[in-house]
């Protein structure tokens, strides 16, 4: 129990980014909307009212604590002002609730009552997106503020294994030949245009939304895991010092036990079929064996030692490529073999997208605030030229998350959740840079392995970066964080990366 009472602001927040994974990944409006307002209260009542403690703080003093950095946090009154801003066009309707991309084709001319202010086309479309931000932001403050290191972790620690869990549920699915999403009919569910597994996987009816998912889930559970080695080499250390027993029984349980989740993703990754998670997948998969690999040789001082371990370790990454090729899905074989260069670099650059031209058009029109939350499916029909079509269902999207927000929600709205991620992202390139200044003094064989300036960053830190850039690589040629699940996992998890730093708690 009194685990519970000191974790409970971690639990909740954990509840929160990973409730949003089973409600078909955020994306379906009418579950999200009368749902995540009711979590969210409740975990802010949790967050602010019992944060956690540090180890010699009282439950006051952690409140008064919490409190008063979140009203010194520049970043705080940053989240409010966006916040604030989506709440405008609910006062500020261009068209009815009832008018819909018809009659906007017939020309039917949306001017909201004030033309300045930011506006909406349809106030429940609009609602719908103002639910994944009043989700995502807070929780991004909670975690900031209302967390320990060590809660921070628990966050993180809690949504992986639930990924897990929806990585494994997506296979049962493929497994059992499940209709659509959660035994759901596929055409019900968002995004999902025809029958069959090629069209979602776990709670996702869009495959590049789960893709991205499972990516993220991915890159933290690798991050977790190198957190939990470190941690582990730590405290044999403590113990070699101190004189006790070098190991323990579970030692080995404690330092690997992040690998269950970190596979079972990447295969939910490669299995959701997007082929853009295959490859960004794959990539940083290398990425992060080639980061673990190199830090291992770095702590070896034995030249023999060294030589061992590369030849292992070379014939490891040669097993794992050979197991990976015998076993690698049929269908991910499939979306493998039908990528093309030029129809990748033409998909991130938006380079002969109809879609890109009518987002930008629209933004053109609507420079300052845009036009309102999934305006771009209302107010897109009418920019269309003959020949060109939007698609039955998904069409609503750019594929570009960067310009539909920006079309959207104008340059004040996509500088405002800019902002957002910069703050969260500068305290870490603090460190960062501290850190690359302090080996300056160091002697050559106490430095980190080479390149330092990538090595000198705390392991767990560098696969969150990892992540996160895939994630944003991603929304180039299609529409990840159009998903509430995604939007506030990448979020949360930059938050998150401070617990991975030393400090007390």
Known sequence: MSFLVSNAAAIAVAAVVSALGWMFGGARGSILVPVMPWLIVLMLEIVLCFPQRHSNETTYDARERAWREIKRDPLTWVIVGFLVLLLVPFVNNGLCVDCDADKIAQGIDP????????????????????????????AVIAVRHCLVARGKRMVLALVVWNGA?????????HALDAPGPLWSEASGVPLAYQTGPRDFFSTFGYPNMAG?????????????????????????????????????????????????PAVICFYGALNSL?????????????????????SYLARLRNKVARVRALAFGLLGIALLVFVASLFIPDGARREVDSLETAEMLDRVSGRGQYLTRVATELWREHKLFGCGGWGFAHLSPQKLLPG???????????????????????????????????????????VWRRLARETRFMKPKDLPARPVQIFILPAPLFCIFVAAICSLIHAFGDCPFRSAAVLTLFLVSLAAMPGFLPEKG
């Open 274 to 294: 997007s082929r853009a998670a295959i490859i960004l997948a794959t990539s940083s998969a290398v990425v992060y064996i080639l980061h673990a690999f190199a």
């Open 111 to 138: 001017e909201p009552a004030v033309t300045f202010l930011p506006f909406c086309v349809s106030r429940f479309d609009h609602l719908k997106v103002v639910t994944w931000f009043y989700t995502a932001l807070p």
């Open 388 to 430: 060109e079509s939007l698609q039955v269902l998904g069409g609503a999207n750019v594929h570009n998350d960067y310009l539909q927000f920006l079309a959207e929600h104008g340059i004040v709205g996509f500088g405002l959740i800019v902002v957002v991620v910069l703050f969260l992202v500068w305290p870490i390139c603090g």
């Open 165 to 173: 869990l929806l990585s494994l549920l997506g296979f049962v699915q």
């Open 212 to 260: 991205d998912y499972f990516t993220l889930l991915f890159g933290i559970a690798v991050a977790l895991w190198r957190d939990a080695r470190i941690q582990l080499r730590l405290s044999r250390e403590e113990k070699d010092i101190s004189g006790a027993a070098a190991k323990r029984p579970r030692a080995f349980w404690d330092g690997n036990h992040f690998l269950i």
